[in-house]
């Protein structure tokens, strides 16, 4: 399976260079294993033994190689750039990254002969192009892609409101709508209706810059573990919420968030499940897959 993919916004990713971009294979392995992990979560429940095996005879494990290919090529020569990675903050003195520019395409390629494995890996590849970034700071819109052209769908959209119905239509296909019975929050993120929430902001962006801005900006509002933290080696906690910027047909841009609770960093305090909801309160617009309010007992409780 061959895709053609696009960056809709800088892509901050290297190799043993930090200091000079690099697109690997292995980044991109990394990142669909994750969204692979969340869908098989979310039809086998949390059974992290099960969902190991499934996601082993995709990705492979130490015990054996994967049965399918990853292989990346660009289309032409890549352009880079300087960017600041925390557009919102207003200090004079600013630090930048160098990464990927946008609007840049290239070809990312799945060879396998087993074509079930083949079928798991092309779902968690959309997944990724359809919520998700790579590189660093992806969770804040940072390194979001499109498929383009190629053997998997495209998403195209000339309104938020058209892309509310366009992934929710893509979302169906990949998940199948079958989800296991998960009561209690899950120990790792999962793609389930019950502790996922996926919603398109209702407005609409002139540029990519303007979209992250106003992402930075809700965040540092409600600043909070809820929403990722790194306090230090033991109080580190990822975002559950993955924000994806898309590409409107009409030239803008739309904001989708992916919200994946799962259980907390019990070494952290102060989790506030009110800013969490206060943040997600902020784009107001549709959600096309999950939980309407975040649930009351979450992080460490029954959804009942």
């Not at 190689?65 to 090529?73: G, K």
């Amino acid at each position: 399976m061959r895709a053609e993919l696009e960056t809709v916004t800088p892509l901050f990713l290297a190799g043993a260079n930090q200091r000079e971009p690099e697109l690997r294979a292995p980044s991109f392995r990394g990142v669909m294993r994750f969204w692979l992990r969340a869908l098989l979560g979310g039809v086998l429940g949390n059974n992290p033994q099960e969902i190991f095996k499934h996601e082993s005879a995709v990705f492979g494990s130490t015990e054996h190689a994967s049965p399918v290919i990853v292989r990346v090529r660009h289309l032409c020569r890549p352009d880079s750039g300087e960017f600041d990675p925390l557009p919102h903050r207003k200090e004079s003195k600013k630090f930048t990254f160098k990464g990927f520019i946008p609007d840049q395409n290239f070809t990312l390629t799945l060879l396998s002969r087993d074509e079930g494995a083949l079928e798991q890996a092309a779902k968690a590849l959309q997944l990724l192009c359809l919520l998700g970034g790579l590189g660093r700071r992806s969770r804040r819109g940072f390194g979001s892609l499109q498929i383009v052209n190629g053997d998997l769908p495209k998403l195209e959209a000339s309104t938020t409101k058209e892309l509310s119905s366009r992934l929710k239509e893509q979302l169906e296909k990949i998940t199948g709508n079958k989800f296991a019975s998960v009561s209690s929050t899950p120990s790792f993120p999962i793609l389930h209706p019950w502790w996922t929430q996926i919603r398109v902001y209702k407005k609409e962006f002139g540029s990519w810059e303007e979209a992250i801005r106003f992402v930075m900006e809700k965040a540092h509002e409600h600043r909070n573990p809820s929403l990722g933290w790194a306090g230090g080696k033991e109080k580190r906690q990822a975002s559950p919420i993955h924000v994806h910027v898309t590409k409107l047909t009409n030239g803008k841009y739309a904001l989708v968030l992916t919200t994946l609770l799962s259980k907390m960093n019990p070494s952290l305090g102060r989790v506030d499940r009110g800013k969490l909801v206060a943040f997600l309160n902020a784009f107001e617009g549709e959600v096309v897959f999950g939980f309407k309010e975040v649930p009351e007992k979450w992080p460490t409780g029954n959804v009942k």
